[in-house]
Nanobody
Framework: VQLQASGGGLVQAGGSLRLSCAAS????????MSWYRQAPGKQREWVAF???????KYADSVKGRFTISRDNAKSTVALQMRSLKPDDTAVYYC????????????WGQGTQVTVSS
């Protein structure tokens, strides 16, 4: 499985961005797709996940502002981010967990999101 994240950029506080993660390879093995982020000097933080059964969860820090969705036809997972804050500045990574696993087996390369105040 290969993951390619895109869509990052520079945005002002209060603005929106849409990240996308394209999966290729043995995508039928994937059960859960997640987004993580890592800000400078901080540990990687889980943001949201969506399962093959459409179970969706968000971190409290983004709940109500971010929306994760999946397009099976395009093998992509998106993260719509609204009402962005400077604290959302980070490198965002998508990750995939295959069926039968309890860890994320595959990671994308990351895309930078910078929110200016």
């Amino acid at each position: 499985v290969q993951l390619q994240a895109s869509g990052g950029g520079l945005v002002q506080a209060g603005g929106s961005l849409r990240l996308s993660c394209a999966a290729s390879g043995n995508i039928s093995s994937i059960n859960t797709m997640s987004w993580y982020r890592q800000a400078p000097g901080k540990q990687r933080e889980w943001v949201a996940f969506i399962t093959s059964g459409d179970i969706i969860k968000y971190a409290d820090s983004v709940k109500g502002r971010f929306t994760i969705s999946r397009d099976n036809a395009k093998s992509t997972v998106a993260l719509q981010m609204r009402s962005l804050k400077p604290d959302d500045t980070a490198v965002y990574y998508c990750a995939a967990m295959v069926r039968g696993s309890n860890v994320h087996n595959y990671w994308g390369q990351g895309t930078q999101v910078t929110v200016s105040s």
